[in-house]
Nanobody
């Protein structure tokens, strides 16, 4: 089992920045076996992939966040980050951290991921 705990959400004005963190833990968790990603779900909408990173550092981003968001991971600390700049009202959502064992590439499909955190709310006011 893998436990994922997100932090760093909050309320910010349009154009502002936030940095989300996700701490991973669990028996025998080894970071270099897992793809990690950030997903989000706005009220009344389906969960969508935001950014993912595979075990060798290759990344994949949703078109809507390219150039504004940056995903990074620190395997020595079992941490995942999402730095969000130039935030827009459309970025308002619950943001979830996710992990996929036996990573075979930076895939943005939520159905590919095995473990999920509880989420952290991001609210952007215009």
């Amino acid at each position: 089992q893998v436990q994922l705990v997100e932090s760093g959400g909050g309320s910010v004005q349009s154009g502002g920045s936030l940095r989300l963190s996700c701490a991973a833990s669990g028996y025998n968790y080894k970071a270099n076996f897992y793809c990690l990603g950030w997903f989000r779900q706005a009220s009344g909408k389906e969960r969508e992939g935001v950014a993912v990173v595979d075990t060798i550092g290759e990344t994949n981003y949703a078109d809507s966040v390219k150039g504004r968001f940056t995903i990074s991971r620190d395997n020595t600390k079992n941490l995942l980050y999402l730095t969000m700049n130039s935030l827009k009202a459309d970025d308002t959502a619950m943001y979830y951290c996710a992990a996929r064992l036996w990573c075979d590439g930076a895939k943005l499909m939520a159905s590919d991921y095995d473990y999920w955190g509880q989420g952290t709310q991001v609210t952007v006011s215009s």
